[in-house]
């Protein structure tokens, strides 16, 4: 975080794994909105990053819906925040055709609708006060490696991150000339609850939360892309340099073993 200072961040997905890594690492007199669906562990967060004199908030909603889209929005309005970290998110392992429509429906609704909405409500405000403050705003999406191709038996949790890819790195380059910066985070195997909630087999490697976060933290400013880890990086470099068809193959060929495991 050297040479950067936020007054104010919105965490989504706060309650746990990179979200609650993310408001650790945040400096002291960056105040805090923190949102989840789990009050209990919101509370506990706070009270462990309280200090004298720094704001923080937390709020209950389910990004699932658009009631509680538009509850972080108007909060977030109000809080005034300059920093947005867009890490909430859904997975589910399996076929599209197994898997519950309403899960498959709610990954899309937390993946891509939320940060879409969310960046898109606030970002006009937080230019804005950047610009009145001559500050910079900053806005993190935390995509996934996976995001790099189409994968078998996440094939819409792939698709979704895909999206937050192709966002953040579309509107980095529309913002070029703005004082904000725009970062898609892209972390693979991460030691998180997202395996247990999802269904999938864990891998035994996988990067720590606070490894995650602390690099999304280091790259915002530097970069529009960053992938999580030197094997990742060179991962997802095969994956945009070989053709669909093969990429798909072998995909689906992991996919099924670790499906097996």
Excluded at 27 to 41: C, Q, S, V, W
Excluded at 93 to 105: C, K, M, T, W
Excluded at 135 to 154: D, H, L, T
Excluded at 204 to 226: F, N, Q, T, W
Aim: with cysteine; charged share 20%.
């Amino acid at each position: 975080m050297a040479g950067k200072s936020y007054r104010a961040a919105l965490v989504t997905g706060a309650t746990s794994g990179i979200g609650e890594a993310f408001a650790h690492l945040l400096p002291r007199d960056t105040d805090l909105l923190l949102t989840g669906r789990d009050a209990d562990r919101l509370a506990r967060l706070a009270a462990a990053l309280a200090y004298d004199g720094r704001r923080i908030e937390t709020l209950v909603a389910d990004l699932a819906t658009m009631e509680g889209i538009e509850t972080v929005t108007a909060a977030a309005e109000a809080f005034g925040i300059d920093l947005l970290i867009n890490n909430a998110g859904l997975g589910r392992f399996g076929r599209v055709i197994d898997n519950d429509l309403a899960f498959e429906q709610a990954m899309v609704q937390v993946n891509v609708v939320a940060p879409l909405v969310l960046t898109r409500m606030l970002l006009p405000g937080m230019l804005a006060r950047a610009k009145a403050d001559g500050r910079r705003a900053g806005v993190i999406i935390v995509a996934s490696v996976v995001g790099f191709g189409p994968i078998p038996y996440v094939a819409t949790y792939a698709a979704t991150k895909a999206f937050d890819l192709y966002l953040a790195a579309g509107l980095a380059a529309e913002m070029a000339d703005e004082p904000v910066d725009v970062l898609a985070l892209c972390p693979g195997t991460t030691e998180t609850r997202f395996f247990e909630r999802a269904g999938m087999p864990r891998q035994r490697r996988a990067h720590s939360p606070d490894r995650v976060a602390r690099e999304g933290l280091e790259a915002l400013g530097h970069r529009h892309v960053h992938v999580v880890g030197a094997l990742n990086a060179v991962v997802t470099l095969v994956m945009r340099r070989i053709p669909m068809r093969m990429l798909t193959w072998c995909a689906t060929k992991a996919m099924a073993w670790r499906r097996m495991a």
